[in-house]
T-cell receptor, first 112, second 117 residues
Framework: GEDVEQSLFLSVREGDSSVINCTYT??????LYWYKQEPGAGLQLLTY?????DMKQDQRLTVLLNKKDKHLSLRIADTQTGDSAIYFC????????????FGSGTRLQVQP | EPEVTQTPSHQVTQMGQEVILRCVPI?????FYWYRQILGQKVEFLVS????????KSEIFDDQFSVERPDGSNFTLKIRSTKLEDSAMYFCASSEFQVPRSIYGYTFGSGTRLTVV
């Protein structure tokens, strides 16, 4: 079955860039998403990328997709303390299934 | 921006009791979902629902679980006889398209934290 893996923890200083990595196994993954979860809150969609893209930039967020290595990354430029949260990557295959498969989440801690 | 609304935000129940978790999806969305997140673990898919029937379910979604769209706005998840291991955050989500092609993908609610004691 599908599997999505992420490193568990990342600590950066305010103003630095953060890079959160994700690997997935499903070669039919078509849509890949990054969600943010703040403490006690729901899942907020940050950005997405389609599998026919290599890169997508959205303000401070840059998503890179390496389809050959099945590797997805989220770069947050000029990281702020408000970016402290858990970041989940998720994928959905183009097989007619509708279930999102989530990674285990990366806890980003931004130190002032 | 449209929201998915879940109630209650926190529910405590005794083991063996039935619980109903409620969700109001976004009004023009056609596909509805439940996910759960046990504390410290991954968000896991439970079930998807379209056209008044279950379109897909996971192994977690056994006979103890059921979903219903009792009227035009609500979407509910019922757990018939709760177990300690059902304690989790339950997220409802909705999407407009069969495959979430839009930038919004799924829209998730803020979740219901279910604690079984």
């Amino acid at each position: 079955g599908e599997d999505v893996e992420q490193s568990l923890f990342l600590s950066v200083r305010e103003g630095d860039s953060s890079v959160i990595n994700c690997t997935y196994t499903d070669s039919s993954s078509t849509y890949l998403y990054w969600y943010k979860q703040e403490p006690g809150a729901g899942l907020q969609l940050l950005t997405y990328i389609f599998s026919n893209m290599d890169m997508k930039q959205d303000q401070r967020l840059t998503v890179l997709l390496n389809k050959k290595d099945k590797h997805l990354s989220l770069r947050i430029a000029d990281t702020q303390t408000g970016d402290s949260a858990i970041y989940f990557c998720a994928e959905i295959p183009d097989t007619g299934r509708r279930a999102l498969t989530f990674g285990s989440g990366t806890r980003l801690q931004v130190q002032p | 921006e449209p929201e998915v609304t879940q109630t209650p935000s926190h529910q405590v129940t005794q083991m063996g009791q039935e619980v109903i978790l409620r969700c109001v999806p976004i009004s023009n969305h056609l596909y509805f979902y439940w996910y759960r997140q046990i504390l410290g673990q991954k968000v896991e898919f439970l079930v998807s629902f379209y056209n008044n029937e279950i379109s897909e379910k996971s192994e977690i979604f056994d006979d103890q679980f059921s979903v219903e769209r009792p009227d035009g706005s609500n979407f509910t998840l019922k757990i018939r006889s709760t177990k300690l291991e059902d304690s989790a955050m339950y997220f409802c989500a909705s999407s407009e398209f069969q495959v979430p092609r839009s930038i919004y993908g799924y829209t998730f609610g803020s979740g219901t934290r279910l604690t079984v004691v």
